[in-house]
């Protein structure tokens, strides 16, 4: 049974935040919201981006763990943050509950202003995931 049901966000590290949110605009993204040369959300139907400047990502999950994977002083690898994964709300606990039983390491559940439940973890090659209700 497939529990992932779609991608329904990327963050992406971005090094000039006005030069990334002008290039995904023309690419029909609109901006929601944006925290000067920190973070800008963008959406595109139901589809979330969002932007993270790596030296002042302004959010904390974004600084914890830029520091937990030694990243702060570097920077990140790569160009993306993390990828959320869309699950059913009804399965969401269940389904990071049995990640936990398989000896995953899961954070949450985190609960957002707008209503959104998430869990994290990562990958092997610590790429954060998100596992969220929408």
């Not at 963050?11 to 290039?23: G, K, T």
């Not at 269940?94 to 609960?111: C, D, H, R, S, W």
Request: hydrophobic share 40%; proline share 4%.
């Amino acid at each position: 049974m497939a529990l992932i049901k779609s991608i329904s966000e990327l963050a992406l590290w971005v090094d000039d935040m006005n030069r990334a949110m002008a290039f995904y605009e023309k690419l029909g993204f609109t901006i929601e919201s944006v925290d000067e040369n920190r973070n800008a959300f963008l959406r595109s139907g139901d589809f979330l981006l969002v932007l993270f400047n790596p030296r002042d990502p302004g959010t904390p999950l974004a600084n914890e763990y830029l520091a937990r994977t030694g990243y702060a002083e570097n920077g990140p690898r790569g160009g993306v943050y993390h990828a959320a994964f869309r699950v059913e709300a009804a399965e969401l606990d269940g389904f990071a509950q049995n990640l936990k039983t398989q000896g995953m390491e899961i954070k949450g559940p985190v609960e957002f202003a707008s209503g959104r439940r998430s869990y994290f973890l990562e990958d092997p090659d610590q790429h954060y995931i998100e596992l969220t209700d929408c």
